[in-house]
């Protein structure tokens, strides 16, 4: 397998958001990984809207453009 979703699963702090930068980065990490669960999703992009789906791709595109180098993307998100 290429992708890992362990820190959701080992996680036992606050997940809130606005309390502290770090629980902040933590809950951010919890919430996208507990999005991208299969069953959530086969079950949410059907109900999502084309703009809906488009905003998502959006931000995350731009979010991966903005703060990672070429070979970043390449290693960390595309796992090649």
Do not use: W
Request: hydrophobic share 35%; with cysteine.
């Amino acid at each position: 397998m290429k992708y890992s979703h362990q820190f959701v699963e080992n996680y036992d702090d606050l997940v809130g958001f606005g309390l502290d930068r770090k629980t902040d980065e933590n809950t951010i990490i919890c919430y996208l990984q507990m999005f991208s669960d299969d069953a959530l999703m086969k079950k949410l992009v059907k109900k999502m809207s084309d703009d809906e789906l488009e905003e998502i791709f959006s931000l995350i595109t731009k979010t991966l453009r903005k703060h990672l180098t070429e070979p970043e993307y390449h290693s960390l998100f595309l796992k090649e």
